[in-house]
């Protein structure tokens, strides 16, 4: 099983505070994924990364910059945080080589994030 | 690009009675992969069930489901629906060509099972 981490678990800033998260994949997948959740909404992409250095913006980007420093680490970075920003996050991470279990999405345990 | 529709909103069931959450897609790949995931209360997300045949059963922890590519469709059934089934479903799409690697989730579809 696939193991992604994670961090902080919950974290609450103001408006206008500088936070970032960050996730950790020890099984060498290619590619890492920035969600983040809400109801009504389900689980919306954000950013994400096929290797150390890319990134390919998703599909609700806007206040959010990413870094993924190496195959294993991808930071999420809110740099002005805003109230509409409050949100449960999670990181994912696949293979991505193509076929079988490749495509298959293995999840963190969340970052429960409040902009107050 | 890619869309996923599931089952809006909120299924309400009585225990022991028959599951069916729909989920139809749309994509301009030939052949992607179709999931489902299970979100149990505060947990994560993760794996139920996936295929990429057409036409051929997926089983996994009592669940179902067949790709069925003709309508576009990959419903998630259950003959018989247990309290534990209670949690968040997402169907999700998952290209596996042209090097494109963008999962596409539907809006998730919240199952309750009560006594």
């Known amino acids: 099983e696939a193991a992604v981490t994670q961090s902080p678990r919950n974290k609450v800033t103001v408006t206008g505070g500088n936070v970032t998260l960050s996730c950790r994949q020890t099984?060498?997948?290619?590619?890492m994924y920035w969600y983040r959740q809400d109801t009504g909404h389900g689980l919306r992409l954000i950013h994400y990364s096929y290797g150390a250095g890319n990134l390919q913006i998703g599909d609700v980007p806007d206040g959010y910059k990413a870094t993924r420093t190496t195959q294993e680490d991808f930071f999420l970075l809110l740099e002005l945080a805003s109230p509409s920003q409050t949100s449960l996050y999670f990181c994912?991470?696949?293979?991505?080589?193509?076929?079988?279990?490749?495509?298959?999405?293995?999840f963190g345990s969340g970052t429960r994030l409040t902009v107050l | 690009g890619d869309s996923v529709t599931q089952t809006e909103g909120l299924v309400t069931l009585t225990e022991g009675l028959p599951v069916m959450l729909n989920c139809t897609y749309q994509t301009i790949y030939s052949n992607p992969f179709l999931f489902w995931y299970v979100q149990h209360l505060n947990e994560s997300p993760r794996l139920l069930l996936k295929s990429f045949t057409d036409n051929k059963r997926t089983e996994h922890q009592g669940f179902h489901a067949t790709l069925h590519k003709s309508s576009s469709s990959f419903h998630l059934q259950k003959s018989s629906a247990q309290l534990s089934d209670s949690a968040l479903y997402y169907c999700a799409l998952s290209p596996i060509s042209g090097g494109n690697y963008k999962p596409t989730f539907g809006k998730g579809t919240s199952l309750v099972v009560h006594p």
């Open positions: 994912a991470s696949s293979d991505g080589t193509g076929g079988g279990s490749a495509e298959t999405l293995y």
């Open positions: 099984n060498s997948h290619n590619y």
